[in-house]
């Protein structure tokens, strides 16, 4: 059986783009960073798998991580400069201790920082794909920042989804470019209209993950086996048996 009528947007990859869309308002947990690498081309523009980031996910746990960057990242949510240990369990708060731990091994507190002693030599390469990812989110943060040009616009998102998506099948690579074209589009039409003036982050985002939600008569059934689908004005079904869901009496549409 498959499953017509559902759009790109629905798909884990789309999700996790529009999750790192609006960064500029996310607090950056440990568990927005779980549900990123829960997507494979995620993981493999990283070059993690399943096994590393499980491994990863409890020394940052242990090591305090919970959200925020930083201290400055933090003042976004009402962390004044005064505040004593704003930078702690931030995600430089937990690197640091992880860091030492793997330079000076368990021991007394150095610089204020107590050592998480949990990464061994053979493991120095998760923790470097780890910092490649909050580098990543750094870059694309400042990014980000402000309005800009429809061309603007376009070369940022592009640059984030290479920064962060790396296909590994046929499938994604198929979704990848897909997503590219509304972008593409868009960046026409605003040409053909002679639209130079600065835009908001919010506007673009929107734009770009609506034109990815639609859907219509022009999209196909799958050849072969049970098709679940859904009931649109003036569309051809080609079978032979359509059986019809949900159509109780006092139920469907309504009393």
């Not at 091994?105 to 780890?130: C, E, F, M």
């Amino acid at each position: 059986y498959s499953v017509a009528d559902t759009t790109a947007r629905q798909s884990p990859l789309v999700q996790a783009l529009e999750q790192l869309l609006k960064l500029p308002d996310a607090r950056i947990s440990l568990l927005d960073w779980l549900g990123l690498f829960e997507v494979s081309a995620v993981r493999a523009r990283f070059g993690l798998s399943p096994a590393d980031i499980s491994q990863l996910q409890g020394w940052l746990s242990n090591a305090g991580v919970r959200w925020g960057l930083d201290a400055e990242h933090r003042q976004r949510w009402g962390f004044a400069d005064r505040v004593p240990g704003r930078d702690q369990n931030t995600w430089a708060f937990g690197l640091r201790r992880l860091l030492l731990g793997y330079a000076v091994g368990a021991g007394n507190a150095w610089g204020g920082t107590l050592p998480q002693a949990a990464i061994k030599s053979r493991d120095a390469s998760l923790v470097s794909h780890l910092l490649d990812w909050v580098d990543a989110v750094d870059q694309t943060l400042a990014a980000l920042q402000g309005s800009k040009t429809p061309q603007q616009w376009c070369d940022v998102m592009g640059t984030l989804m290479e920064r962060f998506f790396k296909a590994s099948i046929d499938a994604e690579e198929r979704l990848l470019q897909r997503l590219q074209e509304p972008l593409e589009v868009w960046q026409q039409a605003c040409a053909d209209a002679g639209l130079e003036s600065a835009l908001p982050l919010e506007v673009v985002r929107e734009h770009w993950m609506g034109q990815i939600s639609e859907g219509g008569l022009q999209q196909r059934f799958f050849g072969g086996g049970v098709q679940f689908g859904t009931l649109m004005p003036m569309r051809s079904i080609p079978f032979k048996a359509i059986f019809l869901l949900g159509m109780n009496d006092g139920d469907y549409p309504r009393q």
